[in-house]
């Protein structure tokens, strides 16, 4: 007994390309129906339409030291009048060219006062919209009726640069020195409450491996939102040295000894031993570290001294005093 073909299978043995290629008044069919429907899309598209359009827009040309606070719609709705070819290209465009409003520009010729609020009204700055719109597209109206923009003022102030750096260093290799930025000022332009609130901008961060030379690079700024700076990045300069062991006999000194006392230190001299850079080794010597006792210790009834020195100089990693304390007879 013969199975009933239901109407999927049918429709899938007809529109097979062997069924196609053996049946040839189905195939003519096939071809007809195919011009037939593009006829009748360019027909179709030949003719003009009404439909509707969503175009962005960008406000620009503030008035001076001014920001927008609010939010305003990002697109205008044009209800246009166009071929159907004009209406379809545009409607297969995913993205286009945003309309730009001056308001500045707006507001001088519409005479809108400059204060903390302002209406514009698409339909009084029609010409500006067609204008920037193809030829092709006839605007018939837009939405929203009117736009809100709410102003605030903008403040401005000079702030620090501070670099944001992950520093790895070679095997005795470090820092020998300040870090540099240059400029290691700018100045930043934003809303007042954000620009009170930051009083440092950092370079955005950046890592460095296997350091054994001077780094010196370009850093972009890490720029908060809704504030401009006076530059985008700045030049940062790290100071890099190879550092080694140098041990310093130096002689101990007593402070604010009164006139006319004479003490005497057990040890007299503390040897000093220290961690520099190779650029610094040459010039450091026993006078760069002035090692000194105070009187007042004494006064104070210590029987040990504590050894201290004030000055340390520049690119010095680590410093050890031998004796950390010292014992004294004082003749008078």
């Known amino acids: 007994m013969e199975t009933k073909k239901s109407w999927s299978e049918r429709i899938y043995e007809l529109l097979d390309p062997s069924a196609l290629r053996n049946n040839q008044r189905l195939m003519i069919f096939a071809i007809c129906l195919v011009l037939a429907t593009i006829l009748w899309f360019l027909n179709a598209l030949s003719k003009n339409y009404t439909t509707q359009i969503a175009y962005p827009v960008k406000y620009v040309n503030l008035p001076k030291n001014k920001f927008i606070i609010n939010e305003p719609p990002s697109d205008l709705l044009l209800r246009v009048n166009a071929h159907g070819f004009t209406l379809l290209r545009y409607k297969l465009h995913l ?8 308001i500045s520009e707006i507001m001088e010729e519409t005479r809108i006062p400059s204060g903390g609020y302002v209406t514009i009204r698409p339909g009084e700055v029609m010409e500006k919209i067609t204008a920037q719109i193809s030829n092709d597209l006839h605007i018939l109206d837009v939405r929203p009726a009117s736009l809100h923009l709410v102003f605030d003022s903008l403040e401005s102030r000079i702030v620090p640069v501070k670099p944001h750096l992950d520093l790895h260093f070679v095997s005795r290799f470090d820092i020998a020195g300040n870090i540099v930025t240059i400029p290691p000022y700018i100045e930043i332009t934003g809303p007042r409450v954000i620009v009170e609130k930051t009083d440092t901008i950092f370079t955005l961060n950046r890592t460095f491996r296997n350091i054994k ?16 700076t006076s530059v985008e990045k700045v030049n940062v300069r790290v100071p890099v040295d190879e550092y080694t062991e140098k041990s310093l006999t130096v002689p101990i000194n007593v402070r604010s000894l009164p006139e006319g006392v004479t003490i005497r230190l057990f040890p007299r001299e503390a040897e000093i031993s220290l961690r520099i850079g190779l650029k610094e080794f040459a010039s450091i010597s026993g006078e760069a570290f002035p090692v000194y006792v105070d009187w007042k210790d004494i006064e104070s009834g210590l029987q040990f001294l504590p050894v201290r020195t004030d000055t340390l100089p520049e690119g010095l990693k680590s410093l050890k005093i031998v004796p950390l304390h010292v014992e004294y007879l004082i003749e008078k």
């Open 213 to 228: 030379n001077d780094l010196i690079r370009d850093i972009p700024l890490d720029i908060p939102e809704n504030i401009t």
């Open 95 to 102: 993205t286009f060219y945003p309309v730009l409003l001056n």
